[in-house]
């Protein structure tokens, strides 16, 4: 029975401090007008109340600035494109597909063309050094010295 009365005073503390009441007098003085409890076991439900209290304020806290920061994070990767829009962009250049901005149609140039080949050249590993296995007879000797 203890620990209901005690639950209900602290819920009742709690839900003053969500409406704004912040102030142990104003509170304290509220709870007088509704229950009978001495100031000693008010300050104890006090307390608990504000850790309580201060617990939600801080996972309310902590769950804004997580929103806020995938916000931003998609914010900064909405304009960024993907690796196969890169490759459909240059190859679309490279086959001397235009496109349209505003009332303008605009067609790849030759060297557009080439920079877009080379781009895509890159990017598949065409430029990579060819790796291949040497093997060498054993016994071959090196005349040094010339003799």
């Known amino acids: 029975m203890a620990n209901q009365k005690a639950e209900v005073f602290t819920q009742y503390i709690l839900d003053q401090l969500n409406a704004g009441a912040v ?23 006090w307390k ?15 769950q804004k600035i997580d929103e806020r920061t995938k916000d931003a994070l998609n914010d900064n990767l909405e304009g960024i494109l993907t690796r196969n829009e890169r490759l ?25 063309r080439l920079k877009a080949i080379d781009y895509l050249s890159k990017i598949d590993g065409d430029y990579a050094p060819i790796k291949s296995d040497i093997a060498l007879n054993k016994g ?8």
């Open 23 to 45: 102030e142990f007098e104003k509170v304290f003085e509220l709870m007088l007008t509704k229950m009978n409890l001495a100031r000693p076991t008010f300050a104890k439900y």
């Open 48 to 62: 608990i109340a504000q850790g309580r209290y201060s617990e939600a304020q801080q996972a309310i806290n902590k």
């Open 88 to 112: 459909k962009i240059a190859s679309d250049i490279a086959n001397g597909k235009g496109w349209k901005v505003g009332n303008n149609v605009m067609a790849p140039t030759a060297s557009d």
């Open 140 to 147: 071959f000797t090196f005349d040094i010295d010339g003799e």
